[in-house]
C-alpha cells in the first residue's frame, strides 16, 4: 500500500515537472538508505542521469516561467512527464518489492509504468488545461507566479511520496484543490472581462 502511495505521489509530482521527482528519487538512491532501487533502474542514480536532468530542470525552470513558450512547454511536456511518471513510479515500486522480498513488480514492470503514466497524464492535463486561462487573463503575468507554485506542489508531492508516502492523498486532494481553484479563478476573470468588452461595444 505504502508502495503504491509513494509511486502515486511521484508520478503526479512528474505531472507538474518531471524532473524534480525524477532527480529526488535519484539522490535520494545515491546519497540515503532510504530507497534501494534494484538493478535494472540502477541507472537513475548515474552521474549522468542526475546531471542531465539537473540541465533539464534549470530549462524547464526558466521556460515554464515565460507566457506562450510555456505552452510550447507543456506541448513537449505531454509525451516526457508521462513517461516520466511512468519510470519513477516503477523504479519505486520495484524497489518497495526488493525491500518486502516480493518480487511482482520486478517481474512485472509494465504495471508500475502504467500507472505512473495515468496518474502524471491525469496531472499534466490539469496543468496544461490550467495554464491558458491564467496567462490570458493576467496577460501573461501570472506565468511565473502559477508555474513557480507548480514546482512547489511538485517538490512538496516527492518529498511526502518518499518520506509520509501516508499523506500523499491529502496532498493530492491539495493539488487538484489548488490546479481547480486557479482555473475556476481564470475563468471568472475572463467571463467578466468578456462581459465587461461587450457591454463597451468591442463585440457589436
Given at each position: ?138 496577460m501573461g503575468m501570472g506565468a511565473p507566479v502559477v508555474s513557480a507554485a507548480e514546482d512547489g506542489a511538485s517538490l512538496g508531492l516527492s518529498l511526502i511520496a518518499i518520506f509520509l508516502p501516508i499523506l500523499v492523498i491529502f496532498a493530492l486532494v491539495a493539488v487538484f484543490w489548488l490546479l481547480f ?24
Amino acid at each position: 500500500m505504502l508502495a503504491a502511495l509513494t509511486g502515486t505521489g511521484l508520478s503526479a509530482a512528474a505531472g507538474l515537472n518531471a524532473y524534480i521527482p525524477f532527480l529526488i528519487v535519484a539522490l535520494t538512491a545515491r546519497f540515503t538508505d532510504v530507497l534501494a532501487l534494484p538493478s535494472q533502474f540502477a541507472w537513475i542514480e548515474s552521474d549522468w542521469a542526475i546531471g542531465a536532468a539537473a540541465v533539464l530542470l534549470f530549462s524547464e525552470v526558466v521556460l515554464d516561467k515565460i507566457a506562450i513558450v510555456d505552452h510550447l512547454n507543456d506541448a513537449i511536456g505531454t509525451f516526457i512527464r508521462p513517461a516520466t511518471g511512468g519510470l519513477i513510479f516503477a523504479a519505486t515500486q520495484a524497489a518497495q518489492d526488493l525491500e518486502e522480498g516480493s518480487s511482482f513488480m520486478q517481474d512485472n514492470p509494465w504495471v508500475g509504468v502504467v500507472a505512473g503514466v495515468v496518474t502524471a497524464g491525469i496531472m499534466h492535463s490539469g496543468k496544461a488545461l490550467t495554464r491558458p486561462f491564467v496567462n490570458g487573463t493576467t496577460m501573461g503575468m501570472g506565468a511565473p507566479v502559477v508555474s513557480a507554485a507548480e514546482d512547489g506542489a511538485s517538490l512538496g508531492l516527492s518529498l511526502i511520496a518518499i518520506f509520509l508516502p501516508i499523506l500523499v492523498i491529502f496532498a493530492l486532494v491539495a493539488v487538484f484543490w489548488l490546479l481547480f481553484a486557479m482555473w475556476r479563478r481564470s475563468r471568472r476573470k475572463q467571463k467578466y472581462r468578456d462581459t465587461a468588452m461587450a457591454a463597451a461595444g468591442y463585440y457589436s
